[in-house]
């Protein structure tokens, strides 16, 4: 068994820069509590694997199956208000709370799905738009049990220690992800919803003509999109010990849009990437804002005059980071329209047109076949 995935590590790993870099990320991940002990930035890192379960399900409902969601913070909002208010009117735990709170979000991912399934492109993003801003205000008009702009405080935490619960929602995550990339991988032999996730998203009256049940994959695919986002957002209530209006913000669905197209819609490792680069810019925009004004005050009057203007612009900039984070998704959209991951990606690995096996980009014939590569 251990020389069986030893074999498999070193033909089917080895060779596949994008295969060995996610196995490497994963064993970053795993231990940056045992090297990053201070709290403020190691709840960083477990938000921020909150949010690529966020991207990846919205990726999943809309990159790859084509239902254009701008109101994906519906399920991330109804699943963390779930189980805040299971929480204070019945006293349950997480352990009950978020298994509930899941199925209440799928519920709301198939309610969503019915309305929608005769609309596409703008009238359906424009229709799953307007129900979170409708429970917003349901939210909003019963105060007295859901707090209104105050939203619900003391939730009870998923784990006794901040590093406890990094890893429960790394793990969560890891399992997470791999589930959605199984469930839309079209070249899979034995589950086929990736093959006609695809086909729907190209031409769905094509693949209702070839007798799919395009209402059944639509709905499945909201309901999948639900679930992922009602684990997310139960776990960043429990997280954050608290819940509010902002989990149901238009900002916060339109935020899963920009961290997908960021990284690279149609790929769940762009969803990551993305995430994992513009989180941690708003997260530490302060840090950041105060370090370039350290480094102007500092220079005043001892470094060229460029310098210091550059320095001063530079803390200016970084007070805002929603504008910083635009200008990045600008500069992306505009240089690396697929993405920034996949075009990474494309610029490492080459597809062998034989046996269509993976190679690095560098190589001039298959490591399989030797067919060229150029």
């Known amino acids: ?71 994906h913070a519906l399920f991330f909002g109804v699943a963390a208000y779930s189980s805040a208010l299971m929480y204070k009117f019945l006293g349950w735990q997480p352990w009950a709370t978020i298994p509930l709170s899941v199925l209440v979000a799928v519920a709301a991912g198939v309610v969503t799905c019915f309305p929608a399934l005769r609309l596409r492109g703008p009238y359906l993003a424009l229709l799953t738009m307007a129900f979170p801003l409708m429970l917003l205000g349901i939210i909003l008009s019963l105060k007295n049990y859901t707090g209104a702009e105050h939203g619900i405080q003391g939730l009870p935490h998923i784990a006794a220690t901040l590093t406890q619960e990094y890893y429960i929602v790394m793990a969560v995550m890891t399992v997470s992800v791999l589930i959605m990339w199984k469930l839309t991988d079209a070249g899979s032999r034995y589950i086929r919803t990736g093959l006609i996730f695809h086909a729907i998203r190209e031409d769905e009256m094509t693949a209702r003509a070839t007798g799919i049940n395009t209402i059944r994959y639509k709905l499945l695919a909201f309901a999948i999109g639900g679930l992922f986002a009602g684990i997310a957002g139960t ?73 210091v203007e550059f320095l001063r612009i530079m803390q200016r900039l970084t007070s805002f980071p929603i504008l ?10 505009l240089f690396m329209p697929r993405g920034l991951a996949v075009q990474i990606h494309d610029k490492i690995e080459r597809e062998c047109p034989r046996c269509k096996l993976t190679n690095v980009a560098w190589r001039h014939d298959c490591r399989a076949c030797g067919a060229s590569l150029r």
């Open 235 to 307: 776990l960043y209530a429990h997280v954050a010990g608290a819940t509010d209006i902002s989990t149901l913000s238009l900002t916060m669905s339109f935020t899963a849009v920009i961290w997908v197209v960021f990284g690279g819609i149609v790929s769940i490792y762009g969803s990551v990437v993305g995430v994992y680069v513009l989180y941690p810019l708003v997260y530490l925009s302060t840090d950041i804002s105060r370090f370039f004004g350290g480094a102007y005050e500092a220079t005043i009057g001892n470094q060229p005059a460029v310098l």
């Open 324 to 333: 910083v984070l635009s200008v990045l998704v600008i500069l992306i959209l």
């Open 1 to 71: 068994m251990v020389r069986r995935l030893l074999k498999d590590f070193r033909f089917g790993v080895l060779p596949v820069p994008g295969r060995l870099i996610a196995i490497i990320f994963f064993i970053i991940l795993s231990v940056i509590p045992l090297l990053l002990q201070h709290p403020y930035y190691l709840r960083m890192f477990v938000y921020a694997n909150i949010f690529i379960i966020f991207a990846v399900s919205w990726d999943v409902l809309s990159g790859y199956t084509g239902q254009l969601n701008f109101g």
